[in-house]
Structures are given as C-alpha cells and as structure tokens.
C-alpha cells in the first residue's frame, strides 16, 4: 500500500512508479475509449488529464530528482523509476498527436 504522505525515497519511488502505471493505463483507455466510441467529447477530458498528470508527474520527477542528488545509496532505485516515468513521455506524445488530430478534424 502506499502512503498518504510519502517521506522517505521508498516511499517516493513506489508513488512515481504507480503514477506512471496510472498515467499510462488511463491515457490508454481514453485514447481507446474514443478510438471505439467516436465520442467527441472525450478530447477535452483528454485534455485535462493531460494537464494534471503532467503537473503531477513533473512534481515527482522534481522530488526524485532532489532525492538522488541528496542519497548516495538509493541512486540505482531513484534511476528505475525515473527511466519508467520516462518510457511515459513518447507513449504520451503520441497520444498528444492522435488528440492533435481528432481536435482538428471536430473543428475542421
């Protein structure tokens, strides 16, 4: 289980690596979502969480960031789940390019 308030590096890492798996799972199903539906309206929700998982996940980063300078003995730990926020980053692009293009087709 994870904590309410993390403090500790563990506890940091088990967030982020539970953000990014809820960051791509969710993006997943909205892109499927309107790839079966056709619901228009599913980009703008896209767009929103686009907005908040990005402030969230740059949050993390930020804090693993400051943890791996700070901890000599967790870096291996604090890398892993940097390297997994970012395999994020091109599956969210891509995403990023596919809502790109739905928006335009709607207002076209």
């Known amino acids: 289980m994870i904590a309410l308030n993390p403090k500790t590096v563990s506890d940091y890492n088990t967030l982020s690596r539970k953000v990014a798996l809820l960051t791509f799972l969710l993006g997943s199903l909205?892109?499927?979502l309107y790839y079966f539906t056709a619901y228009s309206g599913v980009i703008y929700i896209s767009f929103l969480f686009m907005v908040s998982f990005f402030l969230l996940n740059s949050l993390l980063?930020?804090?693993?960031?400051?943890?791996?300078?700070?901890?000599?003995?967790?870096?291996?730990?604090?890398?892993?789940?940097?390297?997994?926020?970012?395999?994020?980053?091109?599956?969210?692009?891509?995403?990023?390019?596919?809502?790109?293009k739905i928006y335009g087709h709607l207002n076209s």
């Open 61 to 100: 980063f930020i804090i693993l960031v400051s943890f791996f300078f700070k901890n000599k003995n967790d870096r291996k730990s604090i890398l892993i789940s940097l390297l997994i926020m970012f395999m994020n980053i091109p599956i969210g692009y891509l995403y990023l390019q596919i809502g790109f």
């Open 30 to 32: 909205i892109v499927s």
